[in-house]
């Protein structure tokens, strides 16, 4: 009479350095792991938001199913970058038609770009009784690049049952593994290898996010240059793989003069964020992707930014066993896994 048999949700989040996936159960005591991997694409596989090598990308996303559990068709991936654009704006109170009637007018005002161009997908984040108004956060997704990144999805043999946004399942993950702390304005940043995902908490619930084009490949092709590495040895040292063939002093050095990009880029989403949400201070910096398991590279934003900062284990509140993933350590890299983990979490109805 009881079916036992619990759900599952596979998150798959192809980034451009890495593809990452987590599979998660969800009993009725939360979720856990059932299937875990990484796979590391070739470093021009995918730049930014664009596929170079199609079947360097598949192959290596196939590679890592059959790692992982090759029983695995359904898959929730997300999108982010120039690919996708997120908004917040505030309407009256409507439901049904009505409201989709209404939000579709406000997005067809405000959008810069086509509405013909775009899918779109809403979510009401707010409902102010008193002042009959609620806040609509909107997300739009060009199609042409939505039907490329779905293909490619399909073309691994997979079925892509929703796509999310990455800003919004760090969101996601954050949330169900933390308490969120009302006083406090925080900021969420994903620090992936092309792209940098902000998302911000006022007042205890999503605000909004802004993805800053900028990440991690800087330092990467810095070290390749300073240290004369090939392209796997450099991944190596960013690890801290070599052991003493590195030279620390030198090592810090090359990643710290390679993150003005990436530092400039956060400051200005900061300050652009908090003259349009009239907001003085950002309080607290909570830090994921594999850019926050780059040495030195945490501290440094601390000192740079000026706001206190820690880094997120999207796997605080999720059981897993550790004798079952040992060989990927994930208390060691958990940070790189927020996006899948936001994705998994998902329970596709
Ligand atoms: N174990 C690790 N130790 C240190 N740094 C790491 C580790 N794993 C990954 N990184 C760093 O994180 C970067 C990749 O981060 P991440 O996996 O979040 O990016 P991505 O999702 O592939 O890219 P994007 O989201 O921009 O498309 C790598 O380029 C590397 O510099
Ligand atoms: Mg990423």
């Not at 079947?55 to 199913?65: G, H, P, T």
């Not at 809403?122 to 042409?144: C, F, G, P, S, T």
């Not at 090592?251 to 390679?258: D, E, Q």
Request: with cysteine.
């Amino acid at each position: 009479m009881f079916s036992r048999k619990s759900k599952s949700t596979v998150g798959l989040d192809i980034g451009s350095s890495s593809v990452k996936l987590i599979k998660l159960d969800h009993t009725k005591n939360g979720h856990s792991v059932s299937a875990l991997g990484v796979r590391e694409l070739p470093p021009e596989a995918i730049v930014a938001d664009e596929i170079r090598d199609r079947e360097a990308v598949i192959f290596n996303i196939q590679s890592l199913i059959d790692q992982t559990d090759p029983k695995i068709d359904e898959v929730v991936v997300s999108i982010s970058g120039h690919g996708v654009i997120t908004d917040r704006f505030t309407i009256g109170k409507k439901s049904g038609a009505e409201a989709e009637q209404a939000i579709l007018f406000e997005t067809e005002q405000r959008a810069p770009f086509d509405v013909e161009d775009v899918s779109l997908d809403y979510h009401i984040v707010k409902v102010d009784d008193e002042e009959n108004q609620m806040d609509v956060l909107l997300v739009a997704a060009r199609k042409e690049y939505l039907r490329t990144y779905l293909e490619l999805v399909q073309d691994c043999g997979l079925k892509p049952i929703v796509v999310d946004d990455d800003a919004l399942a760090v969101f996601n993950a954050y949330s169900y593994n933390y308490e969120i702390d009302p006083s406090r304005v925080t900021a969420l940043v994903n620090i992936g290898c092309d792209v940098t995902n902000i998302t911000y908490i006022v007042d205890g619930i999503y605000h909004s996010t802004r993805d800053v084009s900028s990440g991690t490949r800087e330092i990467y092709t810095a070290i390749q240059r300073e240290f004369r590495l090939n392209a796997e040895l450099a991944t190596k040292a960013i690890k801290g793989e070599m052991g003493d063939s590195i030279d620390q002093d030198m090592l810090k050095a090359t990643i710290i003069s390679s993150t003005d990009e990436l530092v400039s880029g956060v400051e200005l989403a900061f300050s652009y964020f908090k003259s349009q949400s009239k907001i003085e201070n950002i309080d607290w910096i909570v830090l994921s992707g594999g850019g926050s398991l780059v040495p030195y590279l945490p501290e440094f934003l601390q000192s740079k930014l000026t706001v206190p900062l820690e880094i997120a284990n999207p796997l605080r509140n999720i059981d897993y066993d550790p004798e079952l993933f040992q060989y990927l350590q994930p208390e060691k890299i958990a940070p790189l896994l927020t996006v899948s983990v936001g994705l998994a979490m998902r329970e596709a109805r």
